[in-house]
């Protein structure tokens, strides 16, 4: 066969891909949208995947970092590009919605179901493998993530993505070994499938790197990478809030459950449990105390955690 643009993208394919199930004119944007999300997720999932291997390589240096890095900043303008479609969405009217919402979200069908969106928040570092949420009458209800997809190829991709180090591991993984002096305890397992716990000596070596900015570049500069993720991430959610809100305002979600108050929790959720907490009590010292700030690590251990509101990382 004669190797076209046309061929090469398979837009034979992708262009067929977008099935209209009723007649209403606001369809197609609405399926648009959500592709385009799974294709980004796709090339995100794969971007994160280089930045974490050349990281976790034995012997990774300078070199490896400056590469992950570079990933990194591709994932960045990916999610700027995620938020920024939200404009588009919210020019779908209630009246609009409506028209084809009940048809196309019948049998539960959501956002919610995205097997790659949570793998992306695998790869970040939020690790959990089941939801807890509000049903509109306001009772609690457990969805286990492995037991609600819908194929034994998407569980193995979830279970993968669960069990494989996300890219705060990796970072981490990588400091240790450039900063000993400071005892970061090696994983070792080989099975990241638990949620990260918090360590005070992530938190001295985070507060050297940022205090020293020249004695470890790469680390500094990947820390602030990280919280590019994480703050870009932070808006995806209150901008899918901020949609939804004008576009159902507080009726339930087709997923199940109580809509925006679910949503809300869910965007909450990463300022109580963020996905790096050493970087960002490292901007809590060093704000209030700009010259010398504390890297004793004092007051810092288990007891400060915040609730898990909506996730649930340990069982099963
Ligand atoms: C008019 C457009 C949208 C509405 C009204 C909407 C509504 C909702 C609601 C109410 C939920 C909570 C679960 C449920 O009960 O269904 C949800 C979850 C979700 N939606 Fe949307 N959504 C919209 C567009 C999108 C788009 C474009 C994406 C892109 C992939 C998306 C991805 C998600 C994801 C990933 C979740 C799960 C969030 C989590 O559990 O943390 N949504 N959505």
């Given at each position: 066969m004669t190797n076209t643009y046309a061929s090469y993208l398979g837009l034979e394919r992708l262009l067929s891909a977008?099935?209209?199930?009723?007649?209403?004119?606001d369809e197609l944007l609405f399926i648009i949208i959500h592709q385009q999300h799974e294709l980004w997720f796709k090339l995100a999932i794969h971007e994160l995947d280089c930045a974490t291997n050349s990281l976790m390589k034995?012997?990774?240096q300078e070199a490896d970092c400056i590469i992950a890095f570079k990933r990194l900043s591709r994932v960045s303008a990916i999610q700027h590009i995620l938020i920024s479609t939200w404009d588009v969405l919210a020019t779908l009217t209630p009246d609009e919605f409506i028209l084809f919402r009940e048809t196309v979200g019948?049998?539960?069908?959501?956002?919610?179901?995205s097997v790659q969106y949570r793998m992306l928040e695998f790869k970040l570092g939020l690790k959990y493998r089941s939801i807890v949420f509000e049903l509109p009458g306001g009772e609690a209800k457990t969805v286990d993530l492995f037991e609600s997809v819908h194929t034994e190829t998407e569980r193995q991709a979830l279970r993968a993505a669960l069990a494989a180090p996300g890219i705060y591991d990796a970072v981490i993984r990588y400091m240790a070994k450039t900063l000993p002096m400071f005892g970061i305890e090696d994983h070792?397992?080989?099975?990241?499938?638990s949620q990260y716990q918090k360590s005070a000596a992530v938190f001295r070596a985070w507060g050297h790197v940022y205090r020293n900015r020249m004695g470890a570049p790469e680390l500094y500069q990947l820390g602030e990478k990280l919280i590019d993720l994480e703050d870009a991430f932070r808006k995806w959610r209150f901008a899918h809030l901020a949609t939804v809100s004008r576009v159902i305002g507080s009726n339930p979600g087709?997923?199940?459950?109580?809509g925006l108050r679910y949503l809300r929790q869910v965007a909450n959720q990463l300022f109580e449990n963020p996905m790096y907490p050493e970087l960002w009590d490292v901007r809590s010292e060093m704000f209030s105390r700009p010259k010398e700030f504390d890297l004793?690590?004092?007051?810092?251990?288990?007891?400060?955690p915040g609730p898990r509101t909506a996730r649930v990382a340990d069982s099963g």
């Open positions: 977008q099935t209209l199930q009723t007649s209403s004119d034995e012997g990774a019948r049998d539960g069908a959501s956002g919610f179901q070792g397992s080989g099975d990241y499938s087709t997923g199940g459950s109580s004793t690590g004092a007051g810092y251990g288990p007891e400060r």
